[in-house]
């Protein structure tokens, strides 16, 4: 197992547009072996491949907690097939792509999720709550998009140009 470095902005990568997993590989299962890993070291309950740098269609979440203990889901070539468009859920999100930034974030509150397990086999799930919320985010990288994206240019301008200067300056 090894713990992959996380791509920070402005790292042009993190606007990509990820493309689908063709086929569940030996390469793709050590890929996912090494999210959990470089998720939970981190740690964050969610990461997608574009932030270790590698543009597929996957994730990796976790949103359990202590009381319930650990609940890994691997999400491959994901779709959301239905949003609720009466329901929304607000929640401060982080990113580990933009480390010690925090902002609310308004989405659907709940999500139907299409996806391929690390079988092959396809499955769906209804999710609300913080898995919800977690999964939109992640999706969000697989099609390039941030979750400073969703705020006000005045803030998204400002958080960019802080981490412009700070990756000038080489910190
Ligand atoms: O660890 C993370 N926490 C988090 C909190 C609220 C909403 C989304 C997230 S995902 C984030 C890890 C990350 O950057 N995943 O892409
Ligand atoms: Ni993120």
Known sequence: MTILPILVIPDPRLKMVSEPVEAIT????????DMYETMYDA?????????????????????GSREEGQQPLTVINPEIIWESDDEFRIHQEGCLSIPEYFEEVERPACIRMRYMDLDGNTQEIDADGLLATCLQHEIDHLNG???????SKLKRDRVNRKFAKAAKAGV
Do not use: C, E, N, S
């Open 26 to 33: 030996d390469d793709i299962r050590k890929l996912v072996t």
């Open 43 to 63: 740690p964050g309950i969610g990461l997608a491949a574009i932030q270790v740098g590698v543009a597929k269609r996957l994730l990796v979440v976790d949103v």
């Open 145 to 151: 998009v941030l979750f400073i994206d969703h705020l």
